[in-house]
T-cell receptor
Framework: GAVVSQHPSRVICKSGTSVKIECRSL??????MFWYRQFPKKSLMLMAT?????????EQGVEKDKFLINHASLTLSTLTVTSAHPEDSSFYIC????????????FGPGTRLLVL | AQKVTQAQTEISVVEKEDVTLDCVYE???????LFWYKQPPSGELVFLIR??????QNEISGRYSWNFQKSTSSFNFTITASQVVDSAVYFC???????????FGTGTRLQVTL
């Protein structure tokens, strides 16, 4: 149990285009989903927290107009990188958690984004 | 504020050696949860264990064991008889009722060689 999928696993795009990443909880209802960014050989940096049906809460320094998050159902959240630039190239990982902080966050396999 | 410190950046051991990964945390909350995750080269974070602040019992799962000591704010992870497949980055993380989100340590890269 507790499987989280992420799609696509890898994407290469041209500068200026938008990229959408999907995160799905396959066998449980995710009240809360999280989006992280990870630079090479670094720890995970939380970008935003989203609760189903609500607006996402962004961490300080993360541009909400740049990184659009939608959590329309209890099993799906999407992250859209708008007008991507080379500096947006990174490893993006989502996680999903059931009801309450006592629940564990389960992570997706990540998406490697390369913006040319 | 919450903080997790993993002082060991990289550890290299030979297969079958035991290895301990250190984790020290800081929080003012009395209720909190500690986690260990494994990140192999593929990138996915694999959940290993969760421990709440009221349960100081040590846990053993196969070759893995965890030592939780509130007195020293530590939650150390030991791999017994390490194997090459254990090579990965290991993250310790903290979640509190106040923050309701994970605070990660910087990770420890474990390299197990033959």
């Amino acid at each position: 149990g507790a499987v989280v999928s992420q799609h696509p696993s890898r994407v290469i795009c041209k500068s200026g285009t938008s990229v959408k990443i999907e995160c799905r909880s396959l066998d449980f209802q995710a009240t809360t989903m999280f989006w992280y960014r990870q630079f090479p050989k670094k720890s995970l940096m939380l970008m935003a927290t989203s609760n189903e049906g609500s607006k996402a809460t962004y961490e300080q320094g993360v541009e909400k107009d740049k990184f659009l998050i939608n959590h329309a159902s209890l099993t799906l959240s999407t992250l859209t990188v708008t007008s991507a630039h080379p500096e947006d190239s990174s490893f993006y990982i989502c996680s999903a958690r059931g009801d309450g902080v006592k629940e564990t966050q389960y992570f997706g396999p990540g998406t490697r984004l390369l913006v040319l | 504020a919450q903080k997790v410190t993993q002082a060991q950046t990289e550890i290299s051991v030979v297969e079958k050696e035991d290895v301990t990964l250190d984790c020290v945390y800081e929080t003012r909350d009395t209720t909190y949860y500690l986690f260990w995750y494994k990140q192999p080269p593929s990138g996915e974070l694999v959940f290993l264990i969760r421990r709440n602040s009221f349960d100081e019992q040590n846990e053993i799962s196969g070759r893995y064991s965890w030592n939780f000591q509130k007195s020293t704010s530590s939650f150390n992870f030991t791999i017994t008889a390490s194997q090459v497949v254990d090579s990965a980055v290991y993250f310790c993380a903290l979640d509190t009722g106040t923050a309701s989100k994970l605070t990660f340590g910087t990770g420890t890269r474990l390299q197990v060689t033959l």
